[in-house]
């Protein structure tokens, strides 16, 4: 029988845990820089001036890593290993013509379209079934957004209806409309050069591009500007067939794209959405100041024959370090950012969405994109995106969002011009009844999907991997165990052999158990098998005892108890 919680030997165990505190209370307490940055500057200016925010200062002492509790944690660029030549191969499809790129020019490669289940179906593809083709009526409409007069709401709407009939009749603009007569808004100015950016298509996309379907281990490279084509086309509402994704429908299993939702959404939450992506599309469209890069999207599908077999796993934790302050996309700057996905990524950004994954795709709205062309996440499937800029300050959370103003991103490129961000969108379980997380079933499912989205490319070796970010993913509306996740997420980089930034947004007392859980499974030298272990153990212990110890006091019991058998 286990020891009580008052006993001598527990007392005697847990005493050690208390200097852990100590350490990491002093650093979640330094002030995070928060001062916006000249909103003036172009992207050639950042390499002559002084990033304003920690994220572009990966050596700024309120950091992760910085402490003096163990070695820094890893960061690109720091860790970076140099890339062989950017070139196109079976599992890697390249909408730039990289000869081209090899003498620093980035134009589209030219190839055939096609119109078929295995490639996004473009709005100039359309097969002509009468007088007009749909990509001639939708060039016209397009085309009249483009003059000097001033454009409204309605001008936009009746474009958009051109070329939508089945919608004329269903599709509201009521959100759109607040947010034009907001005051200070770019409305008019914006809407003419998104409809000649949009009217660019046929340039800017020569070559089909591959739906990234489950079971599937495929990369696609673009060019921000190509990008930014598509997201103009998602705005106009042109993709086809893209308006019905019911069960069993040609794109059920894919998130939408075009953007008429969000557009019938009246609600504060959508008028701040707006002010990011009208500044976004502003941004793009202005010469001088778009972007000129690259930026990858590789679907990751690992078999699950290869799922580790936890209770053998013999790893130890990995360097781990928790903060309360700071967060996953500015104080995680260079390591492996972790996007609390849906399964059908960006999940409600184009809706009412409006938590982790939702703002991050407004803070980058490049990530949008993957909408286009990325399916439904399987259990042992997750996207990583490399190169995405952000563009938007933003703070709050749900119903306190705001757009707080232009972000001017200094962030370095790596050999294919993509920024140093790389993020991981792995979706976690929506447990209706939280009981059932601590479910042999369930933790192997979210130890698998985080293993997935955490393991590095077997190539690459452990020394150029830069640690994770992460926090309490799943966790919220989800229903989650906050300590249980935490658990999950730990053990899974420790196989995969990434360290772990773990960031707790302002959670002082979870950071404070999670450091000190964390320093306690090291000092007693745990493994990632014992910890599996444990928590299955803890599933019987949580079912007989509805109100007994949470996960983190029942695993404490258990290894103080063993220690002094």
Not at 16 to 26: E, F, I
Not at 287 to 306: A, D, H, M, Y
Not at 454 to 469: G, V
Not at 513 to 532: A, C, D, S
Request: aromatic share 10%.
């Amino acid at each position: 029988m286990a020891s009580k919680n008052d006993s001598s030997q527990m007392r005697e165990c847990l005493s050690h845990q208390d200097t852990a505190k100590d350490s990491r209370a002093g650093l979640s307490q330094k002030p995070m820089d928060t001062s916006p940055p000249n909103q003036r500057h172009s992207e050639d200016e950042c390499s002559g001036t002084e990033a304003t925010d920690l994220r572009q200062k990966p050596d700024a002492e309120a950091q992760p890593g910085d402490s003096c509790c163990g070695k820094k944690l890893k960061r690109e660029p720091d860790c970076h290993m140099q890339l062989d030549n950017l070139r196109a191969d079976n599992n890697h499809t390249v909408l730039i013509d990289t000869k081209e790129f090899s003498r620093d020019k980035i134009v589209a490669y030219r190839g055939k379209h096609v119109w078929d289940a295995n490639h996004v179906k473009l709005p100039i593809n359309y097969p002509v079934n009468s007088k007009e083709s749909r990509w001639d009526a939708t060039q016209r409409a397009l085309q009249k957004l483009t003059g000097n007069r001033r454009i409204s709401v309605a001008d936009v709407e009746g474009a958009i209806k051109i070329y939508n009939q089945a919608h004329k009749d269903d599709w509201r603009f009521d959100a759109l409309r607040i947010y034009a007569q907001e005051k200070d808004t770019n409305f008019s100015h914006v809407i003419p050069k998104m409809a000649k950016l949009a009217l660019r298509l046929p340039e800017l996309i020569q070559h089909p591009i591959p739906l990234l379907r489950e079971k599937s281990n495929h990369k696609i490279t673009l060019s921000q500007e190509q990008i930014s084509c598509l997201l103009a086309h998602a705005f106009f509402c042109t993709f086809p067939h893209r308006n019905a994704n019911y069960p069993g429908s040609e794109y059920g299993n894919f998130p939408s794209i075009n953007f008429s939702r969000l557009f019938a959404e009246v609600s504060p939450r959508t008028i701040q959405k707006l002010k990011a992506l009208f500044h976004y599309f502003n941004t793009v469209t202005e010469e001088g100041r778009k972007p000129t890069g690259l930026v990858t999207f590789e679907r990751i599908s690992i078999p699950p024959s290869q799922c580790p077999e936890w209770q053998k796993r013999t790893e130890h934790l990995t360097n781990v370090r928790v903060y309360a302050k700071g967060s996953i996309e500015k104080e995680g700057s260079g390591m492996l950012q972790v996007d609390f996905a849906a399964c059908k990524v960006g999940g409600g950004v184009l809706g009412r969405g409006l938590v982790q994954e939702e703002i991050r795709f407004l803070q980058c709205p490049e990530l949008i994109v993957a909408r286009l062309f990325t399916e439904k996440l399987s259990d042992n499937e997750c996207l990583k995106i490399t190169g995405v800029q952000t563009y938007s300050n933003t703070s709050g959370y749900s119903d306190s969002f705001a757009w707080k103003g232009p972000y001017i991103d200094c962030t370095p490129r790596d050999e294919w011009k993509r920024r140093y961000c790389q993020i991981v969108a792995i979706d976690a379980t929506n447990f209706e009844d939280p009981r059932q997380q601590y479910s042999e079933k369930s933790i192997k499912r979210e130890l698998f999907k985080a293993f997935v989205g955490f393991r590095e490319d077997p190539n690459i070796p452990i020394d150029y991997t830069p640690a994770i970010a992460t926090g309490n993913w799943g966790c919220g509306a989800f229903k989650g165990d906050p300590m249980l996740k935490a658990l999950i997420q730990m053990m899974a980089a420790a196989v995969a052999q990434r360290d772990l930034a773990y960031f707790t947004f302002n959670n002082e007392k979870q950071a404070d158990e999670l450091q000190r859980m964390y320093e306690f499974l090291k000092r007693h030298k745990v493994t990632v098998g014992k910890l599996y272990s444990l928590l299955q153990d803890y599933f019987k212990h949580y079912s007989f005892h509805q109100r007994g110890k949470n996960v983190f006091e029942y695993i404490t019991e258990k290894i103080c108890h063993t220690s002094h058998l």
